[in-house]
Structures are given as structure tokens and as C-alpha cells.
């Protein structure tokens, strides 16, 4: 099945979902704690939890105009191809999938086998239960992990039609459910943890606002990843921006929600010391029950984010084979379900030895700034594309043209010196990060060396 014939099977509702759900995630609980010890103003705490919005909202209207231009599968990796040619895509395309998308699965995996499921079903999962070779340690949790990934590769590799109803119904309940609990929170009135004053004054630093702001980037990443399916969106050049738009403003506002549940139940000096924020609120307002309850919406949002990575780091694969960057099996489908089956388990495998290397954590760290510099050249492609593809249909054309994208990559570019300053730093393995752009640049040359090679023998 050629690349042109995969069914469009993704409905509004799905395509909606994996925008939404691919966002939500333990990033709104673990960040809000870590942007309260370096900012201790609620004023500009909820004011850097709204311009993280706003840089998503603005990243999410330019990939609205590349997907509804090129509906196709791969996202990054066709936009830059043709923005910026094969070379780049080619090093962003398999930083992408062999790092941030396998990294990202067995990461989310092991976390949500780790911290959430022991509380769902009242056993330890931290025993180790097998080691050997002074390099393996495997728990409970990275076995339950181990057998995660391939069931959700098996619904994937099912088709995206089930994939998708999977995603919706597991990101529309945690939205709504997560959406009621902050409103809740929001009425109960202050706490008594939020009556806590510390007694130490805190004031707004440069290198605080620094580290919150990080924080708050990362944790409305994910906004992007219907452009990877976009092959298998219905009615692509209405339903794409419409869900990118749609997706990210609803998580902007839940975030902002429970962002103030958070200041109203546990104020700022309960937030710094919560550790996890939601499930500090809930068990203040709930006790145990309220405890049980969090976590298990974020288990479902965890699990509506593996799925929603699983389903678009394969694309990113599918569209490099289509295009002979890569094994040319890769670029294939499954007759009838239309599923790139082989990319779905090379992917899987992938996930499966970083959870048995245990250095997942370590390669999402060094690949931190390749994440952030592949989505600002995503953005950037809407500038060339403008002016090198003047021509090319538009069915939708970026809100706010110049000045949003130019907002999403100005923060990008803020992201990424600010990370570029930690790697100096000088502290240990803050150097990882440069590993990654070392990775991508070596990509970049293999293969423009490759192209070159080709050239002199065709010449």
C-alpha cells in the first residue's frame, strides 16, 4: 500500500485527543513544585504557566499551516525536508525516532509502572528481581514496563482507527475529571497549608525565572504530534489545525485551573515542598480516597501520552523509508489496517532495551536540546516554505503571521542558551545535552557525505 492510499481514519475526535492527551501528563504535577522553589510571587508563578501557553498555542497555529499543507505522515521530517532539504531531515528525522520518541515511551512506561500503578493496586514494585552482568538491575516495575510497550504496539499495529478511539476515551475523562477537581479545589477556599508563610524572603531572579520557565516548557510539550499521523486524518485541512488549536488551548486553560487549585489549597510554600502537586491537593482535600483518585487520572493520562507517542514516532519512520532514508521496509503498511506494522515494532524494541539499559533518563537528557532545536526548525519552515513555496495551497494560514511564530521560536531560542549555559555550567553531566546536538550534527554530515558520494558516481 503506497503512502497515498493509507485510510483516512482519525476523526476530529481523534485527532483532537492526541493533541490534548499527548500533552497532558505527570509534567503538570511534578512542574508546578519545581517553578514554586525558584519563584515565590503567585503573581508571576501563573504568569509563566500562561506564557508557556501562549508559546505552545503559538508553535501549534505554524504546524496547523505545514499540516493542513502537507497532510502526511511524518511531521518533522517531511516539513524540514522540504524547507530545508534531506540532510536536515534525515538528522532530525532519526534523532527523533531512535532517541526522543523510544526514549520518551520506555520513560513514561517505567514511571507510570513505578509511581503510579504500586498505588492502584497496593504492591511494591520496586524488588528487584533479576541482575546480572554489573550493568542489568530489573524491577517489578520495568518488567510491568517490558510488557506495557508491546501491548500498545499491538493496538497500533491494530490500525489507527482503534488506536485513536483508545486515546480519546483515555484523554477526554482524565480532561474532564482533572478540569472538576481544580474547579472543586478553586471553591474549597484556602487551606491550612496555604496559610504557611515562610519566613525567608525570596526575591525574582533571572536564574529562577530561568529554571520555572524550563520547567513550564517541557511540561506543555507533546502539542505536536497529530502532524506525525496527519496521513490518517480525516478532512485533513480542516482537522488538523482545528485539533492543534482546540488541543492546546484546552490545556492551557486546565493547566491554568489546577495551577491556582494548587496556589489556593497548598499556597505557594505547601506547592514548594509538595513534590507531586496533585496528589498533595487531592489527599488535603480527600485524604486517601482523593489519593487513589489523582492517581489514577494520571495513569490514564500517562497512558493516552505512551499511546500517543507510539502512534507518531512510527510515522516519523514510515515517512524516512518512504523516502529511502532508512530500511526501505519501514516505509510499508499493513494491507487493510494500513498500520506501518514494522516501523510500530522496531520502535518497540527500541523502548524495550532502553528500559533493560536503564539509560533512558540519561538519553532524554542528552537529546534535551535536539528536541528543542528540531521543533524550532519545524517552526521556521513556515518562513521559508513562504517564500520558497509561495504557490503551494494553504487551506489554512498561520494566525498572528509573523509575530506567533516568531514568539515560539524566540522562547526556543531562550530555551535553548539557557540549557546551552547549564551545559558550562561546569556541574556533573550537565554536558550531556551537547552528546545530543554532537549526535545530530553527525547525522547531518553522514549524510550529506552520503548524497555527495552518489552525486560523484551519477556524475
Same mark, same amino acid.
Given at each position: ?38 519563584? +515565590? ?6 504568569? /509563566?504557566?500562561?506564557?508557556?501557553? &501562549? ?10 499551516? #505545514? ?10 521530517? @517531511? ?11 534525515? +538528522? ?24 503510579? /500503578? %504500586?498505588? /492502584? ?26 510488557? $506495557? ?12 482507527? %482503534?488506536?485513536? =478511539? ?9 480532561? @474532564?475529571?482533572?478540569?472538576? *477537581?481544580?474547579?472543586? !479545589? ?22 529562577? #525565572?530561568?529554571?520555572?520557565?524550563? +520547567? ?46 494548587? $496556589?489556593?489549597? *497548598? ?35 500517562? &497512558? ?6 507510539? $502512534? ?36 518497540? @524494541? ?5 528500559? #533493560? ?24 519552515? @513556515? ?18 503571521? %509573523? ?12 530555551? #535553548? ?27 547531518? !554530515?553522514?549524510?550529506?557525505?552520503? *548524497?555527495?558520494?552518489?552525486? =560523484?558516481?551519477?556524475?
Amino acid at each position: 500500500m503506497k503512502e497515498h492510499e493509507q485510510p483516512r481514519v482519525i476523526d476530529a475526535a481523534g485527532a483532537y485527543a492526541i493533541v490534548a492527551g499527548s500533552m497532558i501528563g505527570i509534567g503538570i504535577f511534578l512542574a508546578p513544585p519545581i517553578v514554586a522553589q525558584h519563584i +515565590a510571587s503567585p503573581f508571576w508563578f501563573l504568569a /509563566l504557566w500562561l506564557f508557556g501557553g &501562549l508559546t505552545a498555542f503559538a508553535g501549534a497555529v505554524a504546524c496547523a499551516e #505545514l499540516g493542513a499543507m502537507m497532510p502526511r505522515a511524518g511531521g518533522d521530517y @517531511v516539513f524540514q525536508y522540504e524547507a530545508f532539504g534531506p540532510s536536515v531531515a534525515f +538528522a532530525s528525522g532519526w534523532s527523533l525516532f531512535g532517541a526522543i520518541f523510544s526514549g520518551s515511551i520506555a520513560t513514561m512506561s517505567v514511571g507510570l509502572c513505578t509511581y503510579q /500503578l %504500586p498505588v /492502584l493496586v497496593g504492591a511494591d514494585f520496586s524488588t528487584v528481581v533479576f541482575s546480572g552482568w554489573d550493568w542489568v538491575s530489573i524491577t517489578r516495575a520495568d518488567l510491568s514496563a517490558l510488557a $506495557l510497550v508491546p501491548i500498545l504496539t499491538a493496538l497500533n499495529a491494530s490500525g489507527a482507527r %482503534p488506536s485513536a =478511539r483508545t486515546q480519546t476515551v483515555l484523554t477526554v475523562a482524565p480532561i @474532564v475529571l482533572l478540569a472538576l *477537581l481544580a474547579v472543586w !479545589a478553586i471553591a474549597q477556599g484556602p487551606q491550612p497549608a496555604a496559610m504557611a508563610v515562610s519566613g525567608e524572603a525570596r526575591a525574582i531572579t533571572r536564574e529562577g #525565572l530561568a529554571i520555572g520557565y524550563m +520547567a513550564v516548557y517541557f511540561a506543555y510539550s507533546g502539542w505536536i504530534n497529530v502532524i506525525y499521523v496527519a496521513g490518517e486524518v480525516e478532512e485533513p485541512q480542516r482537522t488538523i489545525p482545528r485539533s492543534l488549536i482546540w488541543g492546546t488551548l484546552t490545556i492551557t486553560v486546565l493547566y491554568l485551573l489546577l495551577c491556582l487549585g494548587f $496556589l489556593r489549597v *497548598l499556597g505557594m510554600e505547601g506547592l514548594r515542598t509538595a513534590g507531586e502537586a496533585g496528589t498533595a491537593m487531592a489527599g488535603l482535600l480527600a485524604g486517601g480516597t482523593g489519593r487513589v483518585v489523582i492517581t489514577a487520572l494520571i495513569a490514564c493520562a500517562l &497512558l493516552a501520552s505512551i499511546n500517543a507517542t507510539i $502512534l507518531g514516532g512510527a510515522r516519523v519512520a514510515y515517512a524516512m523509508g518512504q523516502r529511502g532514508a532508512g530500511w526501505r521496509g519501514l516505509g510499508t503498511v499493513q494491507e487493510g489496517s494500513g498500520a506501518p506494522r514494522q516501523a510500530l515494532w522496531l520502535q518497540a @524494541v527500541l523502548a524495550e532495551l532502553l528500559i #533493560l539499559s536503564g539509560g533512558f533518563e540519561q538519553l532524554l537528557t542528552m537529546v534535551s536540546l535536539t528536541m528543542v532545536l528540531t521543533g524550532s526548525l519545524t517552526v521556521a519552515a @513556515v518562513f521559508v516554505l513562504r517564500h520558497t513555496r509561495p504557490e503551494w495551497n494553504r487551506p489554512y494560514r498561520t494566525t498572528g503571521y %509573523p509575530l506567533l511564530p516568531m514568539i515560539y521560536i524566540g522562547s526556543s531560542v531562550l530555551a #535553548l542558551g539557557l540549557m546551552l549555559e547549564n551545559a558550562f555550567s561546569g556541574e556533573t553531566g550537565a554536558w550531556y545535552p551537547l552528546l545530543g546536538l554532537a549526535l545530530m550534527g553527525v547525522l547531518f !554530515a553522514f549524510h550529506r557525505s552520503a *548524497l555527495s558520494a552518489r552525486q =560523484r558516481q551519477l556524475d
